[in-house]
């Protein structure tokens, strides 16, 4: 059955029957049971709104049997300014009439279908025609909601409405730039550093307050830009199609559900929602994604998750288009349509702001069912709902990954900051003519700089230098709290406050911070203004006023939802009030919650605020309420620091994450009866830190370091963890470490870092001072690096014990600059470095004198550089080159050297090269002067195992091990199990090898005296005392 509203309001007509039919849903739920029983409910095709009392119409349809006008113009767009209407009844005032009818449904796409009359019933449908008529008028303006029985025309029409109004939206939160402070004029983007992982998400973290980074590192392997964010996509899918062969799912479903999904993490303040916005506009414009239609943007903040929403839709488009009238029947075309639309990507924002925990797991539910936001989240996340949209899901890295296995992407970007071009485009842009100057200053002030890779930290600093540049007085800069108390205070200073304004209700802006923050709210409202008694003038001076969405600075009305302007400057707040105004019995009950994840910010600020400049500046601060309990709450900090730092060495290991968050509040206090407190107790005399180091932890790591007592050596990664540094952070740490007295840097274990000739001539200065070891993995050094570095290497007073620069492309060149400091190495790696044959030539030739290992793994060096190393077999001890392209010819030069060695090699592994049959029979004439051979993939059949077999039943002393595995051995197996009593080790995977044959190998294996070989490949082995006879 057909159901046809026509819903047109009078603004003219104030008497009518109003307190007769006040309530619409009455007189329906009166017409449905006793003037038309014939007729259930569960046949009308198009059911009735669920929110009947107040009706919800926002859909301006086209009646060409009504000559009403319509609310906004053409037929199918949004009324604007659309209000719930009251339900006010009456008759217009010209007399016309219009009605609510209930007409019968018809089959086909024809409207006006003719129907009989007398028995009234439909010819098509032979349903009871409904003749009644229901007049509604309303005060307001015109709206008609009009089902038609053309239910894809319909959906068509309501779905391209939406579209337009989603895409509205995407435009404001694509173009609106959230500046922390007041600036002179708007910023343009500038560059973030993004980067990719490869590995992942696949770890899930305990909710603690600091998981370790060597757990976060599996998640990151490459932690500095090496993406495009036109590709992000494209990444998503590459990495759903490695991770469906890895578990053996089906590609096609797994890509489906995880190579649209896109987690992006990152610090306070770093940029993820500028990444989001970014992104946005690159849809928007058709240059990323082209093909969506639907770009729906949820800030996670602006949403109640406890909150029960009548379906998905209202979920999705409460947060975008909070002004959205729904009606069952819109909501349930919009949903089939939204289901399983490839065109469609949801932006998730700000998934650690949620205001409930997201760690538990919740069920599958309805798309169209009534569900609390939290599990309807979920549900998106899980891939229930929308399973084939475009999801980007951006949040806080400790966060993020407290987030359930399920619900998390598997695919996760990492936002780095700005680069340091970037800090100095956003300095230009903010500072102008200034900018040379503050450029100078934060050069000369590193632990302010190394703060500028976080946006929020960058804007602010910049923008506080440049006022300062501007008044008489010359402002030295303490910390980041520092800038921000400045910042406060000329903002206070302001015409925004100035001069009528009341500066001291800056305490119940930070009052309502705290709730806030330990609330996890962070939109405010009327009653959270009573709450602190903050007035309605300066709600609207301190806080950004929400309308559709749009954060602004404006005289509002005090009903309209307001938050902070940045979450880092809400969390500013709450710390000034903790640290001034809270008594310090209340303030003891947080301490969990200032070690917590949720409370790093707040404890980084409060600790700032033990700095004596920063309080007697912040102390100044107008306010109602009294500094309270300020020393025995430092206090309190002290002890909480000293109890953090005992936890960071156990059993002879670091807590890396663990010491740099107390480094962290060391360095942001820079209070001398702080870091005496923590720097006096016992430290061990060697400390390795690994993880990503930001410009922040240098820069805190350094400042603990230089306050260090006794002699103590730095490991800056393991030889299985390396260390990684952001932009400047390398420099700013051995910068740091220069002035330390009694620290040596002892290992040093990089993957892939930022590099500039600053960084490379301080990394020369400290390689030249001597090292135990040294990693430099993924690098990207110029010649002019490669170079540097390598002097570095030949000028240490000691023999480098191992040195690693697998992946950084050395090349021809570069090996020839690595030649001349190969003979101060002891063990070189040089894994996948794109060294040929001529620069294998430059590397033989540099060897003065033996090198214990020299790994060309993975280098094309062919059989070029087999003759040429050849000759200088007799200055390795270990020599591995897999796949380096080398054939017959060079496993021919291999053997006829070895076979004159003085001293036997310790292990030469030549696996993954096609040496054939042709080779192996050369290379054997050299394996009495070998102990381990790598001889997997070699290419060579039985007839090469037969030689093999023959040539291990000669040997005098038998191998310590030969992997002859993934070669087709077939009948060449009878000679092996003639031989083994040459080898104490035997790997015979993947050989091809018959039944019959490796049973003939197990009979001679039960022969052999005992210890027996190892042999792996051919299943368990038997056991017996009967020793062997060779025959």
């Avoid at 719930?84 to 009605?99: L, M």
């Amino acid at each position: 059955m057909l159901l046809q509203f026509t819903h047109n309001v009078n603004t003219e007509d104030k008497t009518g029957l109003s307190c007769f039919v006040k309530r619409f849903d009455l007189i329906l739920i009166f017409y449905f049971i006793f003037l038309e029983p014939k007729v259930p409910y569960s046949q009308i095709e198009h059911a009735l709104p669920s929110d009947i009392t107040e009706p919800k119409l926002p859909y301006s349809m086209n009646n060409e049997n009504s000559n009403q006008r319509h609310s906004s113009g053409s037929a199918g767009c949004m009324a604007q300014d659309v209000t719930q209407p009251k339900g006010v009844y009456g008759n217009n005032s010209s007399g016309a009439t219009h009605d609510v009818a209930l007409k019968p449904a018809v089959q086909g796409n024809n409207f006006h279908a003719r129907h009989n009359k007398g028995n009234e019933y439909s010819e098509s449908t032979h349903e009871p025609k409904i003749s009644r008529q229901i007049t509604i008028n309303t005060s307001g303006d015109t709206h008609i909601y009009t089902p038609t029985n053309d239910v894809k025309l319909e959906k068509q029409r309501i779905t391209k409405d939406l579209q337009r109004r989603l895409r509205e939206h995407a435009q404001v939160f694509a173009g609106h730039f959230k500046s922390p402070v007041e600036l002179q004029k708007a910023l343009e983007y500038v560059s973030l550093e993004v980067s990719t992982t490869f590995q992942r998400a696949s770890l899930d973290l305990k909710d603690s307050a600091h998981p370790s980074r060597k757990a976060l590192e599996k998640m990151f392997e490459r932690p500095h830009g090496d993406v495009v964010i036109d590709d992000l996509f494209k990444k998503a899918e590459e990495s759903a199609m490695r991770d469906a062969q890895r578990v053996g799912a089906a590609a096609p479903d797994y890509i489906k559900k995880h190579g649209h999904t896109v987690g992006v993490v990152g610090h306070p303040g770093i940029g993820k929602t500028t990444l989001s916005q970014i992104l946005t506009q690159k849809v928007l414009q058709g240059t990323m994604c082209p093909e969506v239609e639907h770009l729906i943007v949820i800030k996670i903040n602006s949403l109640d998750l406890k909150r029960k929403y009548n379906n998905a839709l209202e979920f999705l488009l409460t947060s975008c288009l909070p002004d959205f009238q729904h009606s069952q029947e819109a909501d349930r075309l919009l949903l089939e349509e939204l289901q399983n639309n490839p065109k469609v990507m949801i932006i998730i924002d700000g998934i650690d702001e949620a205001n409930v925990s997201l760690s538990a797991e919740v069920g599958n539910c309805n798309l169209y069912g009534r569900h609390t936001g939290e599990v309807i989240l979920k549900n998106i996340l899980q891939g229930n709902f929308f399973p084939f949209a475009y999801k980007v899901v951006v949040g806080r890295v400790r966060q993020f990954f407290q987030l359930p296995q399920n619900y998390r992407p598997k695919f996760v970007l990492e936002v780095n900051g700005f680069t340091l071009n970037s800090q100095k485009d956003i300095c230009y842009q903010i500072c102008g003519l200034q900018a040379a100057t503050v450029i100078q200053y934060l050069q000369e002030h590193p632990n302010i700089a190394s703060y500028c890779y976080v946006p929020v930290n960058c804007i602010i600093t910049m923008e506080t230098l440049r006022r300062s540049l501007l008044s008489s007085e010359q402002l030295h800069i303490q910390s980041t709290t520092h800038v921000f108390t400045i910042s406060f205070q000329t903002y206070l200073d302001s015409d925004h406050i100035q001069p009528s304004g009341d500066l001291q209700q800056s305490s119940y802006i930070a009052h309502l911070a705290w709730n806030g923050f330990i609330e996890k709210k962070y939109i405010f409202n009327s009653k959270d203004y009573g709450r602190v008694n903050l007035s309605e003038k300066s709600a609207n001076a301190f806080l950004g006023i929400r309308v559709d969405n749009k954060q602004i600075r404006s005289r509002h009305q005090l009903d309209s939802p307001s938050c902070f302007s940045h979450l880092t400057l809400q969390e500013y707040h709450a710390a000034r009030y903790a640290m001034l105004y809270m008594p310090v019995d209340e303030f003891k009950k947080h301490k969990e919650t200032f070690c917590s994840a949720h409370g790093i910010v707040v404890t980084q600020f409060m600790f700032g605020m033990c700095n004596g400049t920063v309080f007697d500046e912040v102390s100044q601060i107008p306010s109602y309420y009294q500094v309270t309990d300020y020393e025995a709450k430092k206090k309190i900090l002290i002890q909480m620091a000293m109890s953090n730092f005992q936890k960071v060495f156990v059993n002879d290991s670091v807590d890396t994450p663990k010491l740099l968050q107390v480094c962290g509040w060391l360095y942001e206090a820079n209070n001398p009866e702080i870091t005496s407190a923590v720097c006096s107790t016992s430290i061990p005399d060697s400390l390795n830190i690994s993880g990503l180091l930001l410009p922040s932890d240098a820069a805190s790591l350094a400042f603990f370091l230089q306050n260090l007592e006794g002699t103590h050596k730095l490991n800056l990664g393991t030889e299985f963890s390396n260390i990684r540094f952001g932009d400047n952070a390398l420099s700013t740490l051995l910068n740091g470490i220069k002035e330390c007295r009694n620290i040596k840097v002892s290992q040093f274990h990089a993957s892939k870092s930022p590099v500039t000739d600053t960084v490379v001539k301080d990394l020369h200065e400290c390689i030249a001072g001597g090292l135990d070891a040294l990693t430099l993995e993924l690098w990207e050094l110029s010649d002019d690096h490669l170079q540097c570095v390598t002097e570095a290497i030949t000028k240490s007073p000691n023999k480098i014990p191992a040195v690693n620069f697998s992946h950084t492309k050395i090349g021809e060149t570069g090996a020839k600059h690595f030649a001349k400091c190969i003979s101060n190495i002891e063990s070189a790696k040089l894994i996948g470095c794109d060294i040929n044959g001529a620069g294998a030539g430059y590397l033989a030739e540099g060897l003065r004198c033996p090198i214990s290992s020299l790994n060309l793994q993975d280098n094309p060096i062919g059989d070029l550089g087999a003759s040429q190393l050849a000759p200088h077999l007799d200055h390795f001890k270990e020599l591995l080159l897999e796949r380096c392209g080398i054939g017959p010819k060079g496993a021919e030069t291999f053997g006829d050297y070895a076979a004159n060695l003085q001293t036997p090699m310790e292990y030469f592994n030549i696996s993954c090269n096609k040496i054939q049959d042709e080779g192996l029979s050369k290379l054997l004439d050299g394996l009495s002067n070998m102990r381990k051979v790598g001889l997997w993939d070699c290419g060579f059949t039985e007839v090469g195992a037969t030689e093999l077999g023959e040539a291990l039943q000669k040997l005098s002393v038998p191998l310590e091990s030969i992997n002859i595995g993934a070669n087709k051995i077939g009948n060449g197996a009878t000679a092996l199990a003639h031989g083994l009593c040459g080898v104490r080790s035997l790997n015979l995977s993947q050989s091809n090898i018959p039944e019959h044959k490796i049973k003939f190998i197990k009979e001679k294996y039960q022969a052999l005296p005992s210890p027996k070989p190892k042999i792996e490949g051919i299943g368990s082995m038997p056991s017996s005392n009967t020793r062997c006879v060779m025959q």
